[in-house]
């Protein structure tokens, strides 16, 4: 399969959900505890890992005219992601303070109340390009907060329940159960979801609390019966684990120094799509033909690129330019 050309005229992904601050610990010259403000949010993170890729992108998200939200702006327009799809807003930016485990790791809590990228109404869409129609070959990704926050949550529902069939659809959970009140709730409605996915990630967290007790793989097969194409589960060192349509795969992870993993899942998942895309499989049809070659290869550019992030403070993705192979 060819791969896809790229232009100028459209994004070849759409990244649609949360876009916030984390708020990371460090130490001043003096030892004295300090945070420090960096771009983060798992939506704009997959957005920055693409357009460092290489993969013309917009994010769609409300940001703030705040500080906070001039500091996301640069570093989506410096990462080479597109804002033709942010909405400006007066709202302020939600914020994620950061804690640190010993293997560098990373726990969040959050401060988003009545905060820009949770605030987006389907009347918001409206406002976008072409009254917030997608492009035809357009993939469209989500998850994170965007599955939990209100009124953002129902939007992009009803955002997936209009694209899902028309277009390639990528979802990732990133549950963070500090922020779930209705557990049954939210169980439901992702299952609806990844019933309308093509592309399903989670890491081994995300299936530890959504189904305990169960294998990743029965998990997995009943995502695969109810309409996902691709589903992907990833172990942090261990690797990770795809199957699709043809083929089950698991690739390690490369060692390498770790100075924390903020923004890991998110890396992995842009690699996935950059991959795709390049590879001229970034479609509903693309996703279901993979054979094991292919997911193989797939699999370990995205471990790479994961990996590759966990080098860096902070979700800091690599760009195409650092020396990280192309996906073909």
């Known amino acids: 399969m060819s791969a896809r050309p790229e232009t100028a005229e459209q994004p070849a992904v759409v990244v649609a959900g949360d876009a916030l601050v984390d708020l990371t610990p460090l130490r001043t010259a003096d030892g004295a505890a300090a945070l420090q403000p960096r771009p983060g949010g798992s939506c704009l993170n997959v957005a920055v890992g693409l357009g460092r890729l290489g993969v013309p992108t917009a994010l769609l998200a409300r940001l703030s005219d ?3 939200g001039d500091l996301l702006r640069a570093h989506l327009a410096a990462s080479g992601t597109r804002l033709t799809h942010v909405l400006p807003t007066s709202d302020p930016t939600t914020l994620a303070a950061v804690h640190l485990r010993e293997d560098g790791s990373a726990t969040y809590s959050f401060h988003a109340g009545d905060a820009a990228d949770r605030g987006l109404r389907p009347e918001h869409l409206a406002a976008l390009p072409d009254g917030g129609a997608l492009p035809p070959d357009t993939a469209l990704h989500l998850g994170s907060l965007g599955l939990l926050l209100e009124p953002l949550a129902s939007t992009l529902d009803g955002l997936l329940r209009r694209e899902a069939g028309r ?3 990528s979802l990732d959970p990133n549950v963070r159960p500090g922020l779930v009140t209705d557990r049954a709730a939210y169980i439901r ?3 609806e979801w990844v019933a309308l ?3 399903v990630k989670a890491s081994d967290e995300d299936l530890a609390w959504l189904h305990p007790g169960e294998s990743y793989e029965a998990v ?3 995502w ?3 309409g996902a194409g691709l589903v992907l589960i990833t172990f942090g060192a261990q690797g990770a684990w795809a199957v699709g349509r ?3 795969v698991h690739v390690p992870a490369p060692a390498v120094d770790v100075v924390d993993t903020v923004g890991a899942g998110d890396a992995f998942t842009a690699g996935v799509l950059a991959h795709l895309h390049r590879t001229g499989r970034l479609s509903r049809e693309g996703v279901d033909s993979l054979e ?3 997911l193989s290869r797939l699999l370990s550019y995205a471990v790479e690129i994961a990996a590759d992030t966990c080098t860096r403070a902070g979700a800091q993705p690599p760009y195409r330019r650092d020396g990280v192979p192309s996906p073909t």
């Open 66 to 68: 705040d500080h906070f």
């Open 167 to 169: 277009r390639l659809v």
């Open 189 to 191: 409605r992702f299952a």
């Open 197 to 199: 996915a093509d592309v």
């Open 220 to 222: 997995a097969d009943r």
């Open 224 to 226: 695969l019966a109810s």
């Open 246 to 248: 043809h083929a089950d």
């Open 292 to 294: 094991a070659g292919e």
